[in-house]
C-alpha cells in the first residue's frame, strides 16, 4: 500500500511540469475590414498624411490659427513627415542630426506663418535638445551589476 501511494505522488509530481509548459491557444486575429485603421498596414504617404492631418489640427486648436494659417502649418507638418517616412523607407537609420534638422526647417516655417504671440507659445512647449551634465559617481546600467564605490 505505501508502494502505491508513492508511486501516485511521484507520477502527480512528475506530470504536473508537462502541463505547466503548455501554450495557451491565443484567439485568432480580426480580419483586416474589422481592425481599426491604426492597425492596418499604411502605405508612408498615408501615415505622412495622418501623422501631418493630426498635428495641424491640434496645433489649430491649441494655437487659435486661421484657415489660411492651418493650411500652411499642415504643409509644413506634411513635409516635415514626409521627410521623416522617405528616410524610414529608404532604410536610413534616422539619426537625432536628420531629425533636428527637419525640425529646424519646420520650426522656420512656423515662425513665418504664426504672429509673434502664437509662436513664443509654440516655443515655449518645445524641448530643445541640449547636452546633459555627466552625472558624478558610478552610473548604474540597466542589467549591469552594481559597482561599488570608495
Given at each position: 500500500m ?43 504617404a ?15 486648436q ?89
Open positions: 505505501k508502494k502505491l501511494i508513492i508511486t501516485t505522488a511521484l507520477f502527480a509530481f512528475a506530470t504536473v511540469p508537462v502541463f505547466a509548459q503548455s501554450t495557451q491557444t491565443q484567439a485568432a486575429p480580426m480580419p483586416a475590414k474589422q481592425q481599426p485603421v491604426q492597425q492596418q498596414q499604411m502605405t508612408p498615408q501615415r505622412s498624411e495622418k501623422m501631418a492631418e493630426h498635428q495641424s489640427q491640434t496645433y489649430a491649441q494655437y487659435k490659427l486661421n484657415e489660411d494659417q492651418t493650411k500652411k502649418i499642415h504643409a509644413a507638418c506634411l513635409e516635415f513627415a514626409t521627410t521623416l517616412e522617405n528616410s524610414r523607407a529608404s532604410g536610413k537609420q534616422i539619426t537625432r542630426a536628420d531629425v533636428d534638422a527637419a525640425l529646424a526647417t519646420r520650426n522656420a516655417k512656423f515662425k513665418s506663418v504664426m504672429t509673434a504671440e502664437q509662436y513664443k507659445a509654440y516655443d515655449a512647449t518645445l524641448v530643445h535638445s541640449t547636452p546633459q551634465p555627466v552625472p558624478n559617481g558610478p552610473v548604474k546600467v540597466q542589467g549591469a551589476p552594481a559597482t561599488k564605490t570608495k
